[in-house]
């Protein structure tokens, strides 16, 4: 079983940045393909990163890309999402989530998930 803790969200003016974490507990997220999703009123959850454990390059849905980051600490247990440019748009709530071998990324696809983190854009 591994418990997902986000932190780090907020209340930022547009352009401004932001730097989510989510720490792994419980058991090591080694072996873990992670996820960042987001979720705004009234919407569905979408994937906005994705990093494999196996390596590669990370996935980033299109309206971030260049603007995000998506990294991993493993001696910390720990998962970053850098976000840049934040417009008020990117609104939502986060959430981190893990899985085995995601193909499809899907939030049916990650087994584990956090309870999420508030970011609020201001324009």
């Known amino acids: 079983q591994v418990q997902l803790a986000e932190s780090g969200g907020g209340l930022v003016q547009a352009g401004g940045s932001l730097r989510l974490s989510c720490a792994a507990s419980g058991r090591t997220f080694s072996g873990y393909d992670m996820g960042w999703f987001r979720q705004a009123p009234g919407k569905e959850r979408e994937i906005v990163a994705h990093i494999r454990w196996s390596g590669g390059s990370p996935y980033y849905t299109p309206s971030v890309k260049g603007r995000f980051t998506i990294s991993r600490d493993i001696a910390k247990n720990t998962v970053y999402l850098q976000m840049n440019g934040l417009k008020p748009e990117d609104t939502a709530v986060y959430y981190c989530?893990?899985?085995?071998?995601?193909?499809?990324?899907?939030?049916?696809?990650?087994?584990?998930w956090g309870q999420g983190t508030q970011v609020t854009v201001s324009s």
């Open positions: 989530a893990a899985g085995h071998n995601v193909r499809v990324l899907s939030a049916t696809n990650y087994n584990y």
